[in-house]
Nanobody, 114 residues
Framework: VQLQASGGGLVQPGGSLRLSCAAS????????MDWYRQAPGKQRELVGT???????NYIDTVKGRFTISRDNAKNTVYLQMNSLKPEDTAVYYC?????????WGQGTLVTVSS
């Protein structure tokens, strides 16, 4: 299983970014996919999940600002982040569970700063 995340960078407060995570080695359309993040000095936290059917859920701090979507034809999951705040600064990871094993992407850094 390989998860390749991309799209991070430096953005000003109020700006937007879209992260992508390309997956291989799994039956992508059958798997729920997650996005996590880890801010400096903090524990990794779940940002949100998209099920195989396309249902989504999010932590309260990103609801209404972040959107997870998936393109099963491209084996890719996305995290659209709008109205970014400095407290969104973190390394963002995509995640999947296959066969009771956790798999993580390499992480992509998002920095929200003026």
């Amino acid at each position: 299983v390989q998860l390749q995340a991309s799209g991070g960078g430096l953005v000003q407060p109020g700006g937007s970014l879209r992260l992508s995570c390309a997956a291989s080695g799994i039956s992508f359309s059958r798997n729920a996919m997650d996005w996590y993040r880890q801010a400096p000095g903090k524990q990794r936290e779940l940002v949100g999940t998209i099920t195989s059917g396309g249902s989504t859920n999010y932590i309260d701090t990103v609801k209404g600002r972040f959107t997870i979507s998936r393109d099963n034809a491209k084996n890719t999951v996305y995290l659209q982040m709008n109205s970014l705040k400095p407290e969104d600064t973190a390394v963002y990871y995509c995640h999947v569970i296959k066969g009771w094993v956790d798999y993580w992407g390499q992480g992509t850094l998002v920095t929200v700063s003026s």
